[in-house]
């Protein structure tokens, strides 16, 4: 599992995350929601080692995270940008392809397996028939499919996500969160997303963690996120929430107009 300690971290005089106690369990599709500046991005960029910590600890499968390599840390931790800018635009069995760097030794080519590897994925994830095709020609949702097979060739026990669906249609929304659904469920690979869709992840996810200010507000099921106080101190606005007419956890409800 990942656990922080007290945490504290920043950019150079700024301080973002302040004092956040957090454990994330690799069987769980986990959310990070909360308003712009919370420190969403922060928070990732720190469980991934790319941001040190000023203050406190952050430890990973019982070993502080500090202590591991670069390469040992691509083997546990995959991560997924909102969107990845490429010097060249490379196929799209090239880009899963990426993902099996961690496990290339030094002057070493392509090997069988990484190639079974990743041609399994692209059937898995139904890209096969867009294997040849450049990135730049894909659909928003198709990218991000790519994006995510990737980070299944890296074989990891966790996946991050910022804001992954945020530029997404809706259909491509509920495509995405049902892949990562579908991954966590099948695999048992710990799902760690950044998003403002709360009803999106209160219906798909098992736990909504709620970021404000840099520290934490709440973790838990989203029947016991989901409500208008909780809500209220994490965006400052009177929300209502209503039960899903299918699954029963509760959605919000935006405010009607006032004239």
Not at 73 to 95: C, H, R, T
Not at 179 to 206: F, M
């Amino acid at each position: 599992m990942i656990t922080t300690k007290d945490l504290y971290a920043g950019y150079e005089n700024k301080l973002i995350l302040k004092g956040l106690d957090l454990q994330l369990m690799p069987e769980n599709l986990s959310v990070l929601a909360g308003p712009n500046g919370a420190g969403k991005s922060t928070l990732l960029f720190a469980l991934l080692g790319f941001l040190r910590p000023q203050k406190g600890e952050i430890n990973l499968f019982g070993k502080p995270l500090a202590r591991y390599t670069r390469p040992e840390l691509a083997k546990l931790i995959a991560f997924v940008p909102q969107e990845s800018f490429f010097q060249f635009d490379y196929s799209v069995f090239d880009i899963v392809m990426m993902g099996r760097y961690p496990y290339l030794g030094f002057m070493q080519s392509w090997s069988p397996e990484d190639k079974e590897i990743v041609t399994k994925l692209l059937d898995n994830l139904s890209l096969r028939d867009m294997k040849d095709r450049l990135y730049s020609s894909l659909s928003g949702g198709e990218k991000q499919r790519v994006l995510i097979a990737r980070a299944l060739a890296q074989q990891t026990r966790y996946i991050f996500l910022d804001e992954s669906l945020s530029e997404l249609d809706i259909n491509h929304q509920v495509e995405i969160i049902q892949l990562l659904r579908n991954i966590n469920r099948e695999q048992g690979i710990g799902i760690l997303l950044v998003s403002h869709n709360l009803n999106l992840a209160a219906n798909y996810a098992d736990e909504l963690v709620f970021l404000k200010d840099g520290k934490l507000l709440g973790c838990g099921k989203p029947e016991e996120m989901m409500n208008p106080g909780m809500l209220k101190e994490l965006f400052g606005l009177e929300l209502s929430t209503h039960p899903h007419p299918q699954s029963g956890t509760p959605n919000l409800i935006y405010p009607a107009p006032t004239v």
